[in-house]
């Protein structure tokens, strides 16, 4: 045990290689050589305690190309979450992976908010607040988005449990930072509510992913061919959920 350690947030050094500028963190549960970028969009290499630093030099100078195409692609999402203006009334907000346009009105003498997705004049979510609300519009969204996830994931459900041949036994709607969902071996599956902002093919995936985890427990060649003889499109909706990850989470930021 490294007593040092306890609770605090390890010491980020910064060093460069290749031209490059990194963070460097160790981490007492890091096992391997792990690169990402973080919330700034910086290159953090994550090293086990006691490797050399020599090691995380030279595997940010072999991905030199990766990091430059994941700032790129940070970039340019950073960009278009700017663009959107803040959260209010005109801002522009991915759902079900289509842009629509929040509007914002005042219901005089309503008692309650409500939330309608409309897209009668062009995809738009319409907020009509009650003069007495007092949550943020973040709130009210995420609340409203909450619903609409567990009304689309449980339509999903329906559809692909017979496929498989599966039955949850419950399905909870959470918000974690790090999946998309889990099965527990009880049967019980989670699902983050920020799948409702993602194209539709890609909230049936992480559907049929948690459901094949009721026949097939981890993820072996077993598991992937039975997922992937139900959505024959899973690797490009993986592929959707890496690129897109940060945006789901900038949503009501
Ligand atoms: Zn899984």
Redesign the pocket.
């Known amino acids: 045990m490294h007593g040092t350690l306890g609770g605090r947030a390890p010491a980020l050094t910064v060093r460069e290689a290749a031209g490059v500028a990194y963070l460097l963190r160790r981490s007492p549960r890091a096992h391997r050589v792990r690169l990402a970028l973080d919330e700034q969009g910086n290159p953090v290499v994550t090293l086990p305690l006691h490797a050399p630093a020599r090691l995380a030099d030279a595997f940010v100078a072999d991905r030199r190309d990766w990091v430059a195409r994941h700032r790129e692609r940070f970039a340019l999402q950073r960009a278009r979450y700017l663009a959107r203006g803040p959260l209010g009334d005109g801002a522009i907000l991915d759902v079900a992976g289509q842009p629509h346009r929040l509007e914002l009105r005042v219901g005089h003498g309503r008692r309650r908010t409500t939330v309608v997705h409309d897209d009668g004049a062009g995809p738009a979510i319409l907020v009509v607040l009650a003069p007495a609300e007092r949550r943020s519009l973040a709130a009210i969204l995420e609340a409203w988005f909450r619903r609409e996830a567990r009304a689309a994931v449980e339509r999903r459900i329906a559809a692909r449990a017979p496929q498989l041949g599966v039955a949850p036994a419950a399905v909870a709607i959470r918000d974690q930072r790090t999946r998309w969902?889990?099965?527990s071996r009880a049967g019980r599956l989670s699902f983050s509510w920020r799948l409702v902002l993602a194209p539709p093919a890609v909230l049936d995936y992480v559907v049929v992913?948690?459901l094949?985890?009721l026949a097939v427990f981890?993820?072996s060649p077993r598991?992937w061919a039975l997922v992937r003889s139900v959505v024959p499109e899973a690797d490009r909706a993986r592929r959707w959920l890496r690129e897109h990850a940060r945006e789901l989470h900038w949503s009501l930021d």
């Open positions: 969902g889990s099965a992913h948690e094949a985890h981890g993820h598991f």
